[in-house]
């Protein structure tokens, strides 16, 4: 397998009112095509550091981030931001939905910034919608959505692109148990059929879902799990 995502020693350090946070202190991490890992660690651990290293939306005080072979360093925003629309979907704990927005346009949006028509846009969210669960919701705003139905109305939004990799920070945290079930199905479902995914939880639960599992303590990648025992498939209504 190719990797989709290599992180070598990758240290971040922000300043603090007494002495500077050391957020991360020497990560190396690689997810290969078709994974799906699990990073598992207590709030403060530094877990969304990495994510949001890893997706360009930070920079590292030390170390290498390279994303579907391109290397991030010395990359300006322009062409940071042109690697997220290529490779990378970023699924939010709270959503990060255009509340003026229908749940179409939400989705319709990433490929009309990436160049596609109105009409391709609106076909390839339209197909995503109907693989969620969320057809009937198309012309609806997220704030009448459950929570679970925004949350795959956001992970929607995050495969408009066909991305290589999927980051989710704390998928679930803001959701009921059932809701964090079916977002869970969910990404198992995703991960069947090839996706590569990153998922970075505080839950044991969570991170169960995946087939690997490092563990984070302290700014630290300490420890990694086997593959954890299958689990029951959910349907899901919409």
Not at 26 to 34: A, N
Not at 73 to 80: H, R
Not at 199 to 225: K, N, Y
């Amino acid at each position: 397998m190719a990797a989709v995502v290599e992180v070598r020693g990758l240290r971040k350090r922000y300043a603090g009112e007494v002495a500077p946070v050391r957020a991360l202190r020497g990560v190396d991490l690689t997810v290969e095509r078709g994974e799906f890992v699990a990073v598992m660690g207590p709030s403060g651990c530094g877990k969304s550091t990495l994510l949001n290293l890893i997706a360009g939306l930070d920079t590292p005080t030390d170390g290498e981030v390279v994303v579907a072979g391109e290397s991030l360093a010395g990359k300006d925003e322009s062409e940071l931001a042109r690697m997220r629309r290529a490779h990378v979907g970023f699924v939010f704990q709270f959503f990060n939905l255009l509340e003026g927005m229908t749940a179409l346009e939400n989705v319709a949006l990433p490929a009309m910034l990436e160049g596609a028509s109105r009409r391709q846009a609106e076909t390839r969210g339209r197909d995503l919608l109907d693989l969620l669960g969320l057809a009937a919701k198309a012309d609806e705003l997220p704030d009448v959505l459950s929570g679970g139905q925004r949350q795959r109305l956001s992970i929607a939004r995050a495969l408009a692109n066909r991305p290589t990799i999927l980051l989710a920070d704390e998928p679930t945290g803001a959701l009921d148990s059932a809701g964090g079930e079916e977002v869970l199905e969910l990404f198992r479902r995703l991960h069947r059929d090839g996706q590569t995914i990153l998922l970075v939880t505080h839950d044991q639960r969570v991170a169960e879902a995946a087939d690997r599992v490092e563990q984070m303590r302290d700014g630290r990648l300490v420890a990694s799990a086997p593959p954890p025992q299958e689990r029951a498939v959910l349907t899901w209504e919409a």
